[in-house]
């Protein structure tokens, strides 16, 4: 990744803050995106420690002006772009059926899908111009549906396929399109998500279990997916079960899932 130019959306925390650490350790050039700043500073400056050189750009995905800004800003600052991870996400945690402020599947799509599109939109020509990579972060729930997470495994199905689709139609380009799914990692995407009521709700005794993938080991898998220019990485024997199990046993897929929901929600820590 040594001097290579990496956008990279949702960077203040989580997988996304873990991956430009990583990132940086390997002399990327890199351009960090979220909505607070006051975090998003904070990781620059672990960044810039290592010894890289940092761009951070405050950005909502879901407003368009926003993701024309951050690749604008990116391109100024480094001339072009070689990678771009699509990091930046929401969740939920509740039925459908107990769902009172629809609005909820709204916000999911506009940041965990067309987030990923309006980026993707705006960074494409100078990916193209780089024979490039596009990475979306995406998720077992991308594989399958899952019980609590309507709107957002919604949305990573969405995303599955955008993404399937571009890698068609770039192949010419020499651009290629990386699809990651890992299963439960260790975040704060856990605590905070979207309830019934229609607001992100924080949840301080959200589940942290010892069977979580770190957040550092997500983030090392993933960039050596990048640096193979994988199309798919589905992380865990688990996960990767899930495809093959989906048109031949579904019926006990279903079981497998609802049952994991379950443990991973009610199991004491």
């Known amino acids: 990744m040594k001097n290579q130019t990496v956008v990279l959306t ?17 002399g990327a050039n890199l351009v960090l995106a979220a909505r607070n700043q006051a975090k998003l500073d904070v990781v620059l400056q672990r960044c810039e420690a290592q010894g890289a050189q940092v761009l951070a750009v405050q950005t909502d995905v879901a407003k368009r002006e926003d993701c024309e800004h951050l690749i604008q800003q990116a391109v100024a600052r480094f001339g072009g772009l070689d990678v771009l991870i699509n990091n930046a996400g929401i969740s939920m945690s509740v039925r459908f059926d107990e769902v009172r402020d629809l609005s909820i599947f709204e916000r999911l799509m506009q940041v965990n899908y067309l987030g990923v599109v309006r980026c993707t939109h705006h960074a494409l020509p100078h990916l193209k ?42 192949y010419e380009n ?13 975040t704060a995407i856990h605590a905070r998500k979207f309830g019934r009521t229609g607001k992100m709700e924080q949840n301080e005794e959200a589940p942290s279990q010892q069977n979580l993938m770190s957040v550092e080991q997500c983030a090392r898998l993933i960039v050596q997916a990048i640096a193979r220019r994988d199309r798919e990485m589905v992380m865990t024997l688990r996960g990767q079960l899930m495809p093959w199990l989906k048109p031949i046993a579904p019926k006990m897929l279903d079981q497998m899932v609802a049952k994991g929901v379950e443990r991973f929600y009610t199991e004491p820590q």
């Open 10 to 26: 949702g960077a203040s925390e989580g997988i996304g803050e873990a991956l430009a650490v990583v990132l940086a350790t390997q």
């Open 129 to 170: 111009a780089r024979r490039g990579l596009v990475v979306a972060i995406s998720s077992w729930q991308g594989k399958t549906g899952f019980p609590l997470s309507t709107g957002y495994a919604a949305s990573k199905h969405a995303l599955q396929g955008f993404c399937d689709s571009l890698r068609i139609e770039l």
């Open 174 to 186: 020499g651009v290629d399109v990386l699809v990651v799914s890992p299963g439960p990692v260790d």
